[in-house]
């Protein structure tokens, strides 16, 4: 299986040498707690960051679409969204929506799926490429968990939107997976229709998507035993399904970046992880860099070695070589937005998953070398400490503070309040057409009783407004701490403060504003205010709001109410 004879080790000095025997001996389960600790910490934060307000293209790949999908127009499933066809995430989209009133209650658990399934994949993976060291392989696998479940992807696992990221990869990684398996299977026409199905899959994630097919072909022809039969079968089912694609097609225009910002986002794109890890952007292009060179060594090494060699590891390759297609398309695009725009969160998911393929081919390369395993151990140990800083930020007031405030646009739409910086939290409102946009997909939504504008508890409590504050209402511990008028709307002016419940010692949902004993105004709780649960105690550590009171009646003295329990 080896071209080249493998030196089994040198000597170490005896200190060293005792302290690899020490680490041979740990067993993979004891490193199973690592991948735990990740995934536990994964679940808190998306818990931290869940919010059933859709956000930013939910309002129109999502939401108006399925609005279109009820007026008769079933297209929306399959229809363009940005340069993409998501057509994946449209289904489970339409089952978030058609079921669990689009809270994003399937979004959120299928985005936590698909994360483990490329796990799952890629350890699949290592198992198969590793198998004459049954040692090794459960320590590779384990070693990707902190990887694949880092907090670095925030975006991508807390935004209901965001399954098209992982699907991007994990398909296109199946596809690739499954057509090295076909080449010395019995089962290999099995194997080689599933990599053509997951190929087709592929088209239905992102734009990016495209490429698969054809890398199947290339794939295909760099077999240790080219089959023309495939070849020409992929091939047809590649310009078919392709041109069927483009059908329809529209180009969304973008400023093309220069060749320095190009080459800058692909180096901070691939050095991602690393330059997390040590908290410096040198570190994170010396990383890229390494990337970039170790990819194109592993395609020399499958091309010289082809005839002896897994074709698993021509996989690997080919998936190394989608990724780094799919940054160069990115950062043709994206480059120019801004300096740091490969430092987006959603960009994690890619640069850690081939870091995770990389991985693998080193622990394939090195696998008979002396004390490969111990060295495994101590990498993936560093891997882990080095992300975990990023993982404990789940913990961090970053995602309350991000629910309050998409909960406080919802309001805004909701009261119909022309305020641009509140709505802007979930939607892009620099321009009318866009603010006027949101606003009637709220109101459809609404009629419609979708999502977040028809939850019974904000219906009932933007019905309170202009009501008596009596017989359900009592008053609240509070401080209505600022208002202040918004640009373009004369009936309402913005205030926050914060509340709390003596009576049933918690943060209610809405803080009601009274004046003159009647509701004239509504907030949103749930902002963190640290200095009031530093008097009222750890349950008040929420009680922040934001809202709306008519601004006519702003200046009066007020009364903050909170609802009755039911």
Known sequence: MNPLPIRHGTSLPPWLDRIARLIERVPAAALSVIPIAFFVLMVIGLVRWYSPVPFWDMWDAYLAGYIAYLDGDWRWLFAQTNEHRIWFSNVLFFLDLRFLNGRSLLLIPANVALVLALWLTLGLISRALLKDTPRL???????????CLSWLQEQNLSWGFQSQFFVAYLFPLVAFACLGLSDRSPHGRAWFVASLLFGLLSLGTMANGIAVLPLLVFMNLAMPRVSWRRTFIIVVVAVLSIAAWFQGYFTVARDHASLTQAATFVLTFFGLPVGEMLGSEKASYVAGTFFIVSTGGFTLFWLRTRTIESPLVLSLVAFLIYVGLSCAVIALGRAAIQPNAALVSRYATPSLMAWC??????????????????VTIVLGILAAAGLWSAQRQVFRDTGPELVHQRMVGALALKMRV???RAIGAIYPTDTDEAFNHVRTVADMAE?????????????????????????????CAGALDQSEDIDGEPNYVRVSGWVFDEKARRVPAYAYIGVNGVIEGLAAAGGVRRDVAGVRGEPAVRSGFTGFLRGVIAENASTLYCADEP
Do not use: C
């Open 418 to 420: 022309a305020d641009r």
């Open 137 to 147: 392989w459960p320590v590779v696998s384990l070693a990707l968990g902190p990887l």
């Open 357 to 374: 393929a990389l991985a693998i081919l080193f622990a394939y390369l090195f696998r008979h070398q002396r004390n490969v395993r111990s």
């Open 447 to 475: 009629v419609k009783k979708l999502s977040v504008m028809a939850d019974p508890d904000l219906t009932f409590a933007v019905g309170q407004i202009g009501k008596p504050a009596g017989q359900g209402f009592h008053e």
